[in-house]
């Protein structure tokens, strides 16, 4: 069995910087969003972390030989289509309980299939046993429960949802595209509230089916890392070893090089990187977005200690 290390929830919440922070350990390979490797990587051919093009980079080519005997092998279009008709959060009933449609049954089949000799391949050409999978969406960590030889293990990252409602209103550019301008996507707060229960739902049924998790503030992350990169590395059952975790501090984290896909803009930086919670919601959020999140999402923001007395600012 091999683990795979998940980090799930929803966008702007803090999974790339974790990401990043994971793929300074030797045996981990952080590899970014898995799930838009076909539609980014291989059709689109954005940036890949390294800075080249993806089918420039020698990393992600070697992975395509050994996994499929070169990415031209696999038709994009029929990629595509098939996670279309596999990958859905609507479809997670089917996932958990296959028998109920053979056909859904024999396309996942087909699709896990592809997902199993890619995570191979991963760690083949990294020589890295820990693959650490950035793809965020919970129906794609369902498939990931599903995959032959694989271990799951979650890593449930939150935020304050009035910060991802504030996020998500922000107009951010997409550093890996080449051709053009493109915008990361943006929402509203009302739909950003029903997506903020939806995915964390999703996440806590994930491990109702057994898969092995810990939630994690994105909060937390930032303001005291090492201690909670130690509860990630226990969850992956790789301890931490003693200064091992010396790439961040107070304040500060030292990046390396990566072959992240997907993701956000720090994607791409190297070297130190000042590490500070991102709350400008709490002073740029307009009142009635801000009320209207609270109120949507109350639930989850106090199950997870947002609501808290002294939660948020200047601990
Ligand atoms: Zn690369």
């Known amino acids: 069995m091999s683990t795979v290390l998940f980090i799930g929830g929803l966008g ?20 970014g969003e898995l799930v838009h490797l076909w539609e980014r990587g291989l059709k689109e051919n954005n940036r890949c972390g390294c800075g080249e093009r993806f089918r420039e980079c ?4 070697r992975v395509g030989e050994v996994a499929y005997g070169g990415w031209d092998r696999l038709d994009v279009g029929e990629v595509l289509a098939l996670k279309a008709s596999v990958d859905r959060n609507r479809f997670v009933p089917l996932m958990v309980a296959p028998a109920l449609s053979p056909a859904y049954r024999a396309r996942m089949g087909r699709y896990l299939e592809l997902l199993e000799r890619l995570y191979d391949a991963v760690r083949e050409v990294s020589g890295r046993p820990l693959v650490v999978d950035a793809s965020k969406h919970a129906s794609h960590a369902f498939l990931v429960r599903r995959m032959r030889g694989v271990d799951l293990r979650l890593v449930h990252l939150v935020r304050d949802s009035r910060g991802v ?45 057994g898969v092995r998790g810990i939630l994690l503030r994105y909060e937390s992350l930032v303001r005291d890392p090492a201690a909670e990169l130690a509860r990630v590395l226990a969850l992956a059952s790789r301890p931490a070893a003693a200064g091992e975790l010396g790439f961040v501090g107070d304040g500060w ?16 930086r190297s070297g130190r990187v ?4 991102d709350e400008e919601w709490r002073g740029q959020l307009r009142r009635r977005h801000r009320l209207l999140t609270s109120v949507s999402t109350w639930p989850l923001l106090l199950a997870y200690g947002y609501l808290a007395k002294g939660a948020g600012r200047g601990r």
């Open 12 to 31: 702007r919440s803090g999974s790339t910087l974790l990401e990043r922070m994971l793929g300074r350990l030797d045996d981990v390979c952080s590899v």
């Open 274 to 277: 000042p590490l500070k919670v």
């Open 58 to 61: 020698a990393f992600w080519g």
């Open 253 to 268: 984290v030292e990046l390396g090089p990566s072959h992240a896909l997907a993701g956000n803009p720090m994607r791409f």
């Open 165 to 209: 409602a504030f996020s998500w209103t922000k107009r951010m550019r997409r550093a890996e595209v080449v051709e053009g301008d493109a915008l990361m996507a943006t929402d509203t707060p009302l739909r950003m509230s029903a997506r903020y229960l939806g995915y964390n739902l999703l996440f806590h049924l994930l491990q109702a089916t």
